[in-house]
């Protein structure tokens, strides 16, 4: 007696700590798992007190009241299986009320047996043990209620038992912890109604509940059997509008969700077990031949009328260290491949606008010099000599240099972000670039460390730039540095020379388009081509000392790379 008690107390105090964990957050079977503990709990304490009784009458009447909790238990622990592991979730929640029919039926019929003897055909107290038991004559319903339940206490298990063989942990040892937890009691009430043994006049299925609620106990206490909720497959991979499937070794199918089903236009048995590159229409091979772990390419389908852009992602899906298969996602990429293919297009009309324009302006620069010239040869001599006439012209001359300049300038900068960024080695560029000024004085020393930056193809301009603006503003230039050092997550290059160096309020200045002894445009064109990847550059030398330029490269845009 004090054994069924105890399995009461148990039960009532998982359903009051289940209360409490799914309360707040408002998950579905929480209701379902706290009337289940609840069933169980008065199941248990009323056959407690129809054994303490000795009086027959008194033993039929805790008899009847255990059948409260007796009659619902299959259905609630039904509804908590399917709602917990999402099988056949649907039907349950559709059909929750005329699951309620029978033990409602059950209930009352057991109440008002001594009218029609449809429950039980009659009871009586057997003392063969020594112990007074109460022994039951089952009627037709019995047996009718009975087959109900335990088709539905079964496909519980059976959810359960699908859920451990499919998931992995913590879900599949949570699914174990179910199993083991419904089995025990089931065992009990088999052996009892099917009259085996000792448990003829005994019924085990109460005491077995106090195992059942050590388990659950123990369950979330140790494995948060109540706290992490598994997410059924039909909730994530079939609701995804990207492409999902798994493919093993051979890549032969195992494994496709309606979306990548609707690309492909066919049914999941037509594909499951066929090679994964024929999946779709002849010349789309999704895999391709290589035999790399992970890998990501585009492809094109025709959809109807329509051509739409996928990229495709192929990643390994590894047991420790052997690989097992492939997952590969497919997300639709049209929209982006439009915007992407209008935006070449619209640079392209730029680009060669501004060619023709560039071309144009050029040849009337070159016309006007030329003219200029033609004025200051055939000057007479007593006006070529006038300082005023002298000075008009150097300064024409010198304003048709300037636009000559920046109109050059226009072609550097036109190509900005046209190409997209690449990984590029710092010290190849730099000594590519140092290559232009041999034979200039200029003695170069630049760090090969395997540091390599992700940046626009323009990189290597940006270090041209930045050699000649130290030639050129340096005074006495002869050596230049390159190298880097690591500064928290991001990476600083330093590009610095022993010349005299920036004056600090010229330190910001010298980054804005036309500031500086000539077109003012190097420097300008240097943070330009930086920014494209959000590197920044700033000029951190002392005057007198010589110029270093720092170019702050941010976490993610570079790496190193071992020499090869």
């Not at 909790?69 to 929640?93: K, S």
């Not at 144009?360 to 000599?385: A, F, M, W």
Request: charged share 20%; hydrophobic share 45%; aromatic share 14%.
């Amino acid at each position: 007696m004090g054994v069924l008690i105890f399995s009461g107390l148990i039960s009532t105090s998982l359903a009051v700590r289940a209360y409490k964990v799914f309360n707040s957050r408002s998950l579905p079977f929480s209701k379902y798992f706290v009337l289940s503990m609840l069933c169980m709990a008065l199941w248990s304490v009323n056959y407690a007190f129809e054994i303490g009784f000795v009086d027959l009458e008194y033993k039929y009447l805790f008899a009847r009241f255990q059948y409260l909790g007796i009659a619902f238990v299959p259905v609630t622990w039904f509804l908590f299986a399917a709602e917990y592991t999402g099988v056949c979730r649907q039907f349950a929640r559709k059909y929750e009320k005329p699951l309620f029919i029978f033990p409602v039926i059950a209930v009352l019929l057991m109440l008002t047996n001594s009218l029609h003897g449809l429950y039980f055909e009659g009871y009586y107290l057997d003392f063969s043990g020594g112990f007074p038991l109460l022994i039951f004559k089952h009627g037709a319903f019995f047996w009718i209620f009975y087959v109900y339940s335990f088709v539905l206490i079964l496909a519980g298990v059976f959810f359960f038992f699908r859920q451990f063989v499919r998931l992995t942990t913590p879900y599949g040892t949570q699914a174990a912890i179910a199993l083991s937890a419904a089995c025990i009691p089931v065992i009990g009430n088999i052996l009892h109604v099917g009259d085996v043994g000792p448990f003829e006049f005994f019924d085990p299925t109460p005491f077995s509940f106090a195992i059942t609620g050590l388990i659950l106990f123990w369950g979330t206490i140790e494995h948060e059997f109540l706290n992490i909720i598994p997410v059924a497959r039909q909730s994530v991979i079939e609701s995804m509008n990207d492409g999902y499937i798994v493919v093993d070794l051979s890549n032969s199918i195992m494994d496709i969700n309606k979306a990548a089903l609707e690309l492909a236009g066919k049914e999941r048995k037509e594909v499951l077990g066929t090679n994964m590159n024929g999946l779709f229409k002849e010349g789309v091979e999704v895999l391709g031949n290589s035999s790399e772990g992970s890998l990501g390419r585009e492809i094109s389908l025709q959809i109807g009328l329509e051509t739409k852009f996928f990229s495709v992602s192929v990643s390994p899906l590894q047991t420790r260290d052997d690989e097992d298969g492939k997952l590969v996602m497919i997300h639709d990429i049209t929209e982006i491949y439009r915007y992407q293919e209008a935006l070449k297009q619209a640079n392209k009309k730029i680009n060669l606008m501004s060619n023709i324009t560039r071309h144009d302006i050029l040849n009337q620069v070159n016309v006007l010099s030329g003219y200029t010239e033609l004025i200051s040869e055939t000057l007479p001599p007593e006006v070529k000599g006038d300082l005023r006439i002298s000075k008009y012209l150097r300064n024409l001359n010198k304003g048709i240099e300037t636009v000559h300049n920046q109109i050059i300038f226009t072609k550097d900068y036109q190509e900005l972000g046209v190409v997209s960024p690449t990984w590029q080695s710092i010290s190849s560029l730099a000594k590519e670039a140092a290559f232009a000024f041999s034979g200039q004085g200029l003695k170069f020393s630049i760090e090969d460390n395997g540091l390599e930056v992700y940046a626009d193809p323009l990189l290597k301009k940006a270090f041209y730039n930045l050699f000649d603006n130290a030639r050129a503003h340096g005074d006495h230039v002869s050596e230049i540095d390159v190298s880097s050092h690591i500064v928290g997550e991001s990476v600083v290059i330093e590009v610095k020379d022993n010349g005299i160096g920036v004056s600090p309020v010229m330190k910001e200045l010298i980054f804005e388009k036309s500031v500086g002894r000539n077109t003012g445009l190097g420097l300008f064109l240097v943070r330009g081509i930086l920014s494209i990847t959000g590197m920044e550059i700033t000029e951190t030398g002392i005057e007198g000392e010589g110029a270093r330029f720092e170019i702050k490269v941010p976490p993610g845009n570079w790496r190193r790379v071992p020499p090869k």
